[in-house]
């Protein structure tokens, strides 16, 4: 079974690899670039919508596999109670961020469609149902669990996004991410939720070949948002199968290195917009508002372009952070063999 699920992480990779180049051509015709700026470090026009090639390529695996059950080539059940939501909850963000990547969108209709999204798999039944920490007793979360899964969703989703800043940066973090969930699922005998995280890698592998630095085309909105979302929905369903259920510390250190980077960002931008509506007490409701969709915006005073301005190159910065993160995702094992 379990080489069946290798089998599918093989055809995400090699049509992503395929496709990439095509939707990579589409774009170039098609005059779809994203150009440099004043929050960009990208001197040339580059294409944007490498979400295209992943997401198609996700869909060719997952789409192929009744097909390959009844030839007989693979033996793996589908896990469609975390599939069906998934796949809605994906196919919702993926428009949203290609709308964004053509047109752009406001903030405002973003987030919308981020919260359609997220409440999606929690229609579904999907949520946090207890916490603990390090495997110790758990602490149900009644009430809070529903509002506590929303804000989950869409903060990792928000974070795959605002880390995407250099080449191949999100793509990689993306793939220690889902491998590593992908093992802890595995450790658990539970090979059928392994296909999500598995499927996802390969997707991604095969894109960033075309999307390490030098990029010849980046992963846009449509393609970070259900990056992010995808890992954020897989880490809630492994927190609450049962007893060998995954403690929140193996969860924030999978995903440690996005949450960080958003979390300090978001931390010093609202110290920021708290200072700019104090020194302006006559500012308007709906101005204060608009200060604070700033907490959204791009800027170049991330972890990673902390790192290029302390003299690491484009490069070497990002496999700093590929580095910072295997290193937690191999803590996140370890705690899951300890305290299971």
């Known amino acids: 079974m379990l080489s069946d699920v290798v089998f599918l992480t093989g055809i995400a990779a090699v049509a992503s690899f395929l496709l990439t180049p095509l939707v990579c051509q589409a774009a170039i015709r098609l005059d779809l670039f994203d150009h440099p700026g004043v929050r960009k470090i990208h001197v040339k026009p580059v294409p944007r919508l490498g979400g295209v090639g992943v997401f198609a390529s996700a869909l060719v695996a997952v789409l192929a596999v009744p097909g390959l059950q009844t030839w007989g080539v693979i033996d793996v059940p589908v896990a469609s109670g975390f599939l069906v939501p998934l796949l809605l909850g994906c196919t919702v963000l993926f428009l949203v961020g ?11 209709l973003k987030l919308l469609g981020q919260a359609i999204a997220s409440l999606i798999p929690i229609l579904w039944g999907i ?13 149900q979360l009644g009430y809070v669990a529903l509002p506590l899964t929303f804000l989950w969703v869409i903060g990792v989703t928000n974070a795959f996004n605002l880390i995407d800043g250099l080449d191949g940066l999100s793509s990689g973090l993306a793939i220690i991410a889902a491998g590593t969930f992908a093992l802890l699922f595995l450790l658990k005998g539970d090979v059928q939720s392994a296909l999500v995280p598995l499927v996802l890698l390969g997707a991604v592998a095969g894109f960033l070949w075309h999307n390490f630095h030098p ?25 609450r199968t049962d007893a060998t259920s995954w403690p929140i510390a193996i969860l924030l250190l999978v995903l440690g290195v996005p949450i960080l980077d958003t979390l300090l960002a978001m931390t010093r931008r609202l110290i920021e917009i708290l200072r700019l509506i104090r020194r302006d007490r006559a500012t308007s409701c709906l101005k204060r508002i608009r200060h604070f ?14 790192l290029l301005t302390h003299g ?27 305290f299971n």
């Open 293 to 306: 969709a700033g907490l959204l915006q791009a800027d170049q005073r991330h972890m990673h372009y902390g």
């Open 98 to 108: 290609l709308w964004d990547d053509l047109w752009q969108l406001s903030i405002g």
């Open 127 to 139: 949520g946090f149902d207890h916490v603990s920490v390090f495997g110790s007793r758990s602490v």
């Open 312 to 338: 690491f190159s484009h490069r070497g910065a990002v496999l700093v952070l590929y580095g910072l993160a295997t290193l937690l995702a191999a803590l996140a094992c370890l705690i899951a063999i300890l």
């Open 215 to 239: 990029a010849k085309i980046f992963l846009g909105d449509s393609g970070s948002l259900i990056v992010g979302y995808t890992l954020a929905v897989t880490a809630v369903v492994g927190s």
